[in-house]
Nanobody, 113 residues
Framework: QVQLVESGGGLVQPGGSLRLSCAASGSIFSIYYMAWYRQAPGKQRELVAHITRGSITNYVDSVKGRFIISRDNAKNTVYLQMNSLKPEDTAVYYC???????WGQGTQVTVSS
């Protein structure tokens, strides 16, 4: 069972950027789809972006053109570059496969002036 540890969150002003990282305890090469999810207060967890083993990406409409997901299979790490952040991006961000397995602690992203 691969364990996932997210990092890189923080407080940022609207329009700012953050880069999230997800470090896996084992190989992610066998996980075809890796994804970033987020859960805002009082809302259900949603899938934000996913990437295939071959680095084909897909995004939810609300982040298209602003977020970039990438993966480094050799380093067992998945990244989420978040640009032009908006207050509505405020959430706890998680990485996991599709379908998801055990959840990590996530990393808090707060966009506020």
């Amino acid at each position: 069972q691969v364990q996932l540890v997210e990092s890189g969150g923080g407080l940022v002003q609207p329009g700012g950027s953050l880069r999230l990282s997800c470090a896996a305890s084992g190989s992610i090469f066998s996980i075809y789809y890796m994804a970033w999810y987020r859960q805002a207060p009082g809302k259900q967890r949603e899938l934000v972006a996913h990437i295939t083993r071959g680095s084909i990406t897909n995004y939810v409409d609300s982040v298209k053109g602003r977020f970039i997901i990438s993966r480094d299979n050799a380093k067992n790490t998945v990244y989420l570059q978040m640009n032009s952040l908006k207050p509505e991006d405020t959430a706890v961000y998680y990485c996991n496969g599709i379908p998801p397995s055990d959840w990590g602690q996530g990393t808090q992203v707060t966009v506020s002036s």
